[in-house]
C-alpha cells in the first residue's frame, strides 16, 4: 500500500484506531447505506486499478511544526524533512537529514520494514473501509449539485470484539460523497461517550474525541488524501497518554514518472517545488 495513494491509506490512522471484525446487523434506511455501499466499492476497485505515484508537500504539527518533501516510487517512498517551525534546516541539520535519506534508500530493511508497514496498514483501512456501510445508522443529511452529505450514528447492534472496535461503535459523524464520481470526499467523527480500557482501571478515552479526513481529486480520477486530522484524548495507567493527536496537510501533488528510482526520488525530494 503506498503512502498517500487512495482512501484506504488515508485512513490508516482510523485503520490502526479501529481495525478488527465486528457483528452487526445494520437496520438503517436502505437508501443511505447503499450510497455508502456504492462509495466504498468504488474506493475499493480505484485502489486497485490506481498504480500512480506522486510526489508532495507533508506538513505535519506533532510537538513542532514540519515540512517535509515526499516522493513515491515503485519500490518505497522517500520523506526528506525541509523545515521546522516555519524555519528551513541549518547547514548541519539538512546534512545530517541528507544521510538519513541516503540510509534509507540504502538499506534493503528499512525499505522492507516500510513495505511491511505499508501492507498492513492497507489492511487495517480496507478492514474500517468494509464496515462504514453497515456499522453505523445512515440518513442524508443534504444534497447539492456536487456531493451528497450523510449523517452517522452509532449502530446500537455493534457487538465490538476489541478496545478499537469499541471506539468505533461510538463515533457519530458526516460522510460526504461526490456524486459524479462515487468518492468519498471527508469523512469525520466524534466520539459520543467515553471509552474505558479495563473497565476503566487501565485508561480512558475521553469523550469529545475527533478525526477528520478530507479528500481531493489532484488529477482526473485520482484522488489523495490532503488533510488528516485525529485528535482523540485519553490517560492510561500511570498516567501515560494514550491518544492520537495528529494534524497533517499534503499539497502541491505533482505525478512521478514510473520507473522513476530511489536514488532519483532522493534528489527530486531536495527541493521545495
Known amino acids: 500500500m503506498k503512502n498517500s495513494k487512495s482512501f484506504l491509506w488515508s485512513i490508516v490512522v482510523l485503520g490502526r484506531l479501529f481495525a478488527g ?3 452487526m446487523h445494520a437496520q438503517a434506511s436502505p437508501v443511505p447505506r447503499e450510497i455508502v455501499r456504492t462509495a466504498m466499492q468504488t474506493e475499493l476497485s480505484a485502489d486497485l486499478n490506481d498504480h500512480s505515484r506522486w510526489r508532495y508537500r507533508d506538513a ?4 513542532s511544526d514540519t515540512v517535509s518533501i515526499v516522493v513515491e516510487t515503485d519500490h518505497g517512498a522517500v520523506k526528506r524533512l525541509v523545515t521546522r517551525n516555519g524555519k528551513p534546516l541549518s547547514d548541519s541539520e539538512a546534512s545530517t537529514e541528507d544521510a538519513k535519506v541516503q540510509s534509507f534508500v540504502h538499506d534493503p530493511s528499512q525499505l522492507a520494514k516500510q513495505k511491511r508497514d505499508g501492507v498492513q496498514d492497507g489492511k487495517n483501512a480496507e478492514e474500517l473501509l468494509r464496515m462504514l456501510p453497515d456499522a453505523f445508522d445512515w440518513k442524508l443529511q443534504s444534497e447539492d449539485v456536487k456531493n451528497l452529505t450523510l449523517h452517522f450514528e452509532p449502530n446500537p447492534k455493534f457487538s465490538p470484539p476489541d478496545m478499537q472496535g469499541r471506539v468505533l461503535g461510538q463515533m457519530a459523524g458526516e460522510l460526504v460523497v461526490d456524486k459524479g464520481q462515487n468518492r468519498i470526499v471527508t469523512i469525520s467523527g466524534k466520539l459520543t461517550e467515553d471509552v474505558t480500557i479495563g473497565w476503566g482501571l487501565l485508561g480512558r478515552l475521553r469523550q469529545g474525541g475527533t478525526f477528520r479526513v478530507e479528500r481531493r481529486e489532484v488529477a482526473p480520477g485520482l484522488w ?8 482523540i484524548e485519553g490517560k492510561a495507567l500511570f498516567f501515560k497518554n494514550i491518544g492520537q493527536q495528529q494534524d497533517e496537510v499534503q499539497t502541491d501533488f505533482v505525478e512521478v514518472p514510473h520507473g522513476t528510482t530511489l536514488e532519483q526520488a532522493a534528489e527530486m525530494s531536495k527541493t521545495m517545488k
Not at 505535519?60 to 510537538?63: H, P, S
Not at 489523495?224 to 485528535?231: A, C, L, S
Open 21 to 23: 471484525s465486528l457483528q
Open 60 to 63: 505535519q504539527k506533532d510537538g
Open 224 to 231: 489523495q488524501i490532503t488533510e488528516t486530522h485525529v485528535h
